[in-house]
């Protein structure tokens, strides 16, 4: 329960800004902005959706900041009244939804800051995913770190050792004999690096991005969807509450998340699938499921981020923009020094001169009398 998540972490005092008002738009309002989404998602070379907690509320899952959300009660010593278990939770219409665009190929990434196992729990490719701030159906090796689904939620919070051992092998064939941790962070925590790495380059290269069910408040997520910015890409925000980043935004649709994909999966002549048990790997008892981002996926993105992104100029520090200065000086004063004259030559220039301009008046004075003379 994301209750029991929440009361899990270590204390924190700067949870963001909580209860905003939430907002509503018409029904044609929505209607019409679902069908600009559609078009722009059908135009687009590479989409990537941000997804939040909003979007798992359908399934019984509260959120965090909004009226009703954990810490905005926590703030006034309450509790939801709806909350669902994470083992008994399913993917809502959205996450159903974003499966089946990310299998057709309408959607490339999706960057995720939920835990809820929620978009594991649709069967996507852990290739289309980064899950920033861990799943609690996962658990990593602390030697190989080899990620493994797992078939319960964990009930450990911080990346602590579960007491279970690895099940993967080393490259020799023997097994690894690593200790198991869950994968959930704690405030303050650093991000898990290939995750963050997928994210970055693949918001980089979107020229399309699509947040969802988030005020975007936290960072660095809540700042990777600006990044198609840079390009000249579009952002899209879909959220009731007023978020970080609206300003930046092409469209804002103020809606419920799985009202809106209703809409944009009919524009787009798509039906919505069905959650499928078979197809859930946290229910593939018997089976032992790798969730590790492989290297090659890693290799991929940068690809796309070094072909499609636009790469800020690099902002020259005081100290170079100092040594800049002092080798203009240093250019500057050779430059003059080569141009300075001897006084010695300047001299004797001179005086070549003056004996230059007497035999020219001098020859000049033998003219003019042989010319009068001529003239007599």
């Given at each position: 329960?994301?209750?029991?998540?929440?009361?899990?972490?270590?204390?924190?005092?700067?949870?963001?800004?909580?209860?905003?008002?939430?907002?509503?738009?018409?029904?044609?309002?929505?209607?019409?902005?679902?069908?600009?989404?559609?078009?722009?998602?059908?135009?687009?070379?590479?989409?990537?959706?941000?997804?939040?907690?909003?979007?798992?509320?359908?399934?019984?899952?509260?959120?965090?900041?909004?009226?009703?959300?954990?810490?905005?009660?926590?703030?006034?010593?309450?509790?939801?009244?709806?909350?669902?278990?994470?083992?008994?939770?399913?993917?809502?219409?959205?996450?159903?939804?974003?499966?089946?665009?990310?299998?057709?190929?309408?959607?490339?990434?999706?960057?995720?800051?939920?835990?809820?196992?929620?978009h594991l729990k649709t069967g996507i490719c852990r290739e289309l995913i980064a899950e920033l701030h861990g799943n609690m159906f996962v658990e990593k090796c602390n030697t190989c770190e080899k990620q493994f689904v797992r078939?319960?939620?964990?009930?450990?919070?911080?990346?602590?050792?579960?007491?279970t051992m690895c099940r993967g092998y080393r490259l020799n064939g023997r097994p690894c004999r690593g200790k198991l941790q869950d994968t959930i962070l704690d405030w303050e925590d650093n991000l898990p690096e290939l995750d963050?790495?997928?994210?970055?380059?693949?918001?980089?290269?979107?020229?399309?991005?699509?947040?969802?069910?988030?005020?975007?408040?936290?960072?660095?997520?809540?700042?990777?969807?600006?990044?198609?910015?840079?390009?000249?890409?579009?952002?899209?925000?879909?959220?009731?509450?007023?978020?970080?980043?609206?300003?930046?935004?092409?469209?804002?649709?103020?809606?419920?998340?799985?009202?809106v994909f209703v809409q944009v999966m009919k524009h787009l002549q798509l039906e919505i699938p069905e959650y499928s048990y078979e197809n859930d790997p946290t229910k593939k008892i018997n089976d032992v499921i790798e969730w590790?981002?492989?290297?090659?996926?890693?290799?991929?993105?940068?690809?796309?981020?070094?072909?499609?992104?636009?790469?800020?100029?690099?902002?020259?520090?005081?100290?170079?923009?100092?040594?800049?200065?002092?080798?203009?000086?240093?250019?500057?004063?050779?430059?003059?020094?080569?141009?300075?004259?001897?006084?010695?030559?300047?001299?004797?220039?001179?005086?070549?001169?003056?004996?230059?301009?007497?035999?020219?008046?001098?020859?000049?004075?033998?003219?003019?009398?042989?010319?009068?003379?001529?003239?007599?």
């Amino acid at each position: 329960m994301s209750c029991n998540y929440a009361e899990g972490l270590s204390p924190y005092e700067n949870k963001g800004v909580l209860g905003v008002a939430e907002r509503f738009e018409s029904h044609e309002v929505v209607e019409e902005k679902c069908r600009t989404l559609a078009d722009w998602i059908l135009q687009s070379r590479h989409v990537v959706v941000h997804t939040g907690a909003g979007i798992s509320t359908a399934a019984g899952i509260p959120d965090f900041r909004s009226p009703k959300g954990v810490w905005t009660l926590e703030k006034q010593g309450l509790k939801p009244q709806i909350n669902i278990s994470f083992n008994d939770a399913t993917p809502t219409k959205t996450h159903m939804a974003l499966k089946k665009l990310a299998d057709i190929g309408y959607i490339h990434y999706i960057v995720s800051q939920n835990i809820d196992g929620l978009h594991l729990k649709t069967g996507i490719c852990r290739e289309l995913i980064a899950e920033l701030h861990g799943n609690m159906f996962v658990e990593k090796c602390n030697t190989c770190e080899k990620q493994f689904v797992r078939n319960s939620a964990t009930t450990s919070v911080g990346q602590r050792l579960l007491g279970t051992m690895c099940r993967g092998y080393r490259l020799n064939g023997r097994p690894c004999r690593g200790k198991l941790q869950d994968t959930i962070l704690d405030w303050e925590d650093n991000l898990p690096e290939l995750d963050l790495n997928m994210a970055d380059y693949h918001s980089h290269a979107a020229d399309l991005s699509i947040c969802l069910g988030s005020t975007l408040q936290i960072v660095p997520s809540g700042n990777l969807p600006v990044a198609t910015k840079k390009s000249g890409g579009r952002l899209v925000i879909v959220n009731l509450q007023p978020t970080k980043q609206d300003k930046k935004a092409d469209l804002l649709i103020n809606s419920f998340v799985d009202d809106v994909f209703v809409q944009v999966m009919k524009h787009l002549q798509l039906e919505i699938p069905e959650y499928s048990y078979e197809n859930d790997p946290t229910k593939k008892i018997n089976d032992v499921i790798e969730w590790t981002i492989h290297p090659v996926y890693v290799k991929d993105a940068k690809k796309l981020y070094d072909t499609f992104s636009k790469k800020p100029k690099k902002r020259k520090s005081d100290e170079d923009v100092l040594i800049k200065n002092e080798k203009k000086k240093q250019n500057d004063s050779s430059e003059f020094n080569s141009y300075k004259i001897d006084e010695k030559s300047a001299s004797e220039n001179v005086e070549e001169l003056k004996e230059c301009t007497a035999n020219i008046s001098e020859n000049a004075e033998q003219v003019i009398s042989q010319a009068s003379a001529e003239c007599i």
